[in-house]
């Protein structure tokens, strides 16, 4: 088992719940089914491949800022004529008065989440490839999304679990603390037989079509050294970069 470090920051994301139309609501935190569209498209591959290989990933989120929800209010169909507005379902026109349809998206605004991604080493090495030279641009739930960041940071890791606790906090520090609670979300037992925390509808289902199934969720809580938090913009990318290439230690001999 190989694996490989992501990082997930942009000015909105959209982590897709079970809606109706009328209503999209958006999970707190990246969802299996986005991780995996989002490797997949990365690979080139299109909506309806099966992806059984990726099914074979795990992943361990660290949810450097949690962000807050968002809603952008939407109309379709608003002045156009009666011919010209969305069908319904059966193909027909909507009754007069009744053209417009009115939606609800939610996003998560300023959140930020640095993702271990887990498994076989030919998956994990085919999806960093993919991820660092993406042959469809990534975006973070929605093609409104695109991130602010590469989203690639390590590849070809023997415990990508384990640089969640050394890799830069995409957040600012905090006032008068020596450490920083931050969340884990894991998507297998960190520990041997814990109950799991929550139940996720997001696993994609075999076939065409957009089924998912249910899986556990764990959440865990770790003091992290204050030191790692990076803040933002300039101050995070130099972090990022010595934590990247960090610069030999010299011979004092």
Wanted: glycine share 8%.
């Amino acid at each position: 088992m190989t694996g490989l470090l992501m990082h997930l920051s942009a000015p909105w994301q959209s982590w897709g719940a079970p809606s109706d139309f009328k209503v999209r609501p958006t999970h707190r935190h990246p969802t299996r089914s986005a991780l995996t569209g989002l490797i997949a498209a990365a690979l080139g591959r299109p909506r309806e491949h099966p992806n059984e290989d990726l099914a074979a990933l795990s992943y361990t989120i660290r949810i450097d800022r949690p962000g807050h929800r968002e809603m952008d209010y939407q109309t379709i169909g608003g002045g156009y004529p009666r011919e010209h507005t969305p069908p319904t379902a059966d193909g027909k026109r909507r009754k007069e008065g009744t053209e417009t349809m009115e939606t609800e998206r939610w996003y998560l605004a300023d959140a930020a989440f640095t993702v271990a991604v887990t498994g076989p080493g030919p998956v994990t090495d085919r999806a960093a490839h993919a991820l660092a030279a993406p042959v469809y641009a990534p975006y973070l739930g929605r093609r409104s999304c695109p991130p602010d960041t590469p989203i690639l940071l390590r590849a070809h890791l023997d415990d990508a679990v384990a640089e969640l606790f050394q890799a830069p906090l995409h957040t600012a520090p905090p006032r008068g603390a020596d450490t920083i609670d931050v969340t884990f979300l894991h998507d297998t037992p960190p520990t041997p037989d814990p109950p799991s925390t929550t139940t996720v509808r997001d696993v994609p289902g075999p076939g065409p079509g957009r089924t998912f199934t249910e899986r556990d969720l764990w959440e865990t809580h770790h003091p992290l050294p204050a030191g790692l938090c990076a803040g933002r913009g300039t101050s995070w990318i130099n972090a990022l970069t010595t934590y990247l290439h960090p610069t030999p230690a010299l011979d004092a001999s």
